[in-house]
């Protein structure tokens, strides 16, 4: 584990994403494919800022936090501290929400490294604070949902509206858009939740619930197989995980992970595992498949919620952060698997013993037959 909560002059990290450029976006030498994006907060000396820094992939650890890549402030005072990243998924582009509304930043190389320019956020610049930003998998769409429980559909990034809710929700609690980037799903802080359908622009249904129960988190499976809908369930003094069939938005069952009360839930890139933080700083890595806890981190935010976990594109590495601790990188203790050069040379492997077997069991056989 690495921590990443004694920053120095600058402020604790408030919100991190991960950014992995496209393969054709030409990078220069030197700087690594796979980047975190960092808000931090004012301190006394420093404003509030936006860090883009280099990941490690083989230490599991950021190359050096004290000389980011990049670095732009977002303002002046803390109203300006960024509350949550996302990254469009072709990783050019950041979408941060801050008190008073969203700011938009470019990811670009030029001049042999990484900047990070400010462009025009006219629309979504005054909106007031928002809690949830979401991009569509196919990087067509983008949702906002604010406290004041108003949701914004549109499409990117020309930013023409596809809907304009002002009473999606009480508040927004989290929110979150299927794989196949069709629906979306949002939840309340007064325990409801609802399904949207993004191409129409129009609620679709509102999940099910008992008078005693409270959906909080909600996450699309993501590994392309049938899909379902994850969801955190409050049923009295039990917290629950349960699994929505999204094809009649049916419950399918549900399970405990933890005993204690969830504060944020987050999914791998490739649908394989959940994760789940708690309010007093644990996390827990669940397997999807078979729906099992595969890694448990205990006091990684000592005594704080966990606010967010982002799960690394490439590696079984997640960031978690809290208010209190700033952001911590963990790696997963959980079964390494294969990637596709050693699955080859495993074949090559069998093909060369197999040849050789071959071999030998033929020069023997024409020893033994002759008179």
């Known amino acids: 584990m690495a921590g990443t909560g004694g920053e120095g002059a600058v402020g604790k990290v408030t919100c991190a994403a991960w950014i992995r450029p496209r393969d054709d976006y030409g990078g220069p030498p030197g700087v690594s494919r796979l980047l975190v994006a960092f808000g931090r907060g004012a301190t006394a000396s420093s404003p509030p800022l936006v860090d883009l820094l280099e990941f490690d992939a083989k230490a599991s650890a950021l190359a050096s936090e004290s000389e980011p890549l990049a670095r732009v402030s977002v303002g002046e005072d803390a109203a300006d501290t960024l509350r949550a990243i996302a990254v469009h998924p072709g990783g050019r582009e ?10 938009f930043f470019n990811l670009v190389y030029k001049d042999f490294g990484v900047h990070l320019i400010s462009r025009d956020a006219s629309p979504l610049q005054s909106i ?3 809690k ?3 991009f569509s998998t196919d990087g067509a769409k983008f949702a906002v949902g604010g406290e004041d429980g108003h ?4 499409h990117w990034p020309s930013l023409i509206t596809i809907l304009d809710e002002p009473k999606a929700h009480k508040s927004f609690r989290d929110m979150d858009i299927s794989l196949d980037s069709k629906f979306l799903v949002s939840s309340s802080t007064d325990g409801s939740a609802r399904i949207w359908n993004i191409d129409e622009g129009s609620p679709l249904t509102n999940l099910t619930r008992a008078s005693d129960e409270k959906i909080e988190y909600c996450r699309f499976s993501r590994d392309g ?3 379902f809908l994850f969801c955190t369930l409050v049923k009295g003094h039990d917290v629950l995980t349960m699994a929505v069939d999204i094809s009649n938005w049916k419950r399918i069952g549900y399970k405990r992970f933890s005993a204690k009360p969830i504060s944020t839930l987050a999914i791998s890139s490739d649908g394989k595992y959940l994760a ?3 309010r007093d700083g644990d996390f827990c890595a669940v397997e999807v498949k078979k729906m099992e806890v595969a890694h448990w981190s205990k006091k990684v935010h000592l005594g704080f919620p966990v606010s967010s976990i982002e799960f690394c594109p490439s590696e079984r590495v997640v960031i978690s952060t809290s208010h209190q601790w700033g952001a911590e990188i963990t790696k997963l203790d959980v079964p390494p ?7 080859w040379l495993a074949l090559l492997s069998l093909f060369v013993s197999s040849a050789v077997l071959f071999y030998a069991f033929f020069t023997h056989a024409r020893l033994n037959l002759r008179p």
Not at 96 to 102: D, E, L, R, S
Not at 151 to 154: K, N, P, Q, S
């Open 225 to 227: 197989a049938k899909p």
């Open 94 to 103: 950041l979408v941060c929400a801050t008190v008073t509304g969203c700011r």
């Open 128 to 130: 007031g604070p928002q």
């Open 337 to 343: 698997e294969w990637k596709v050069w050693q699955i």
């Open 276 to 278: 789940l933080g708690n």
């Open 151 to 154: 949701l914004r559909i549109f």
């Open 132 to 134: 949830c930003l979401a």
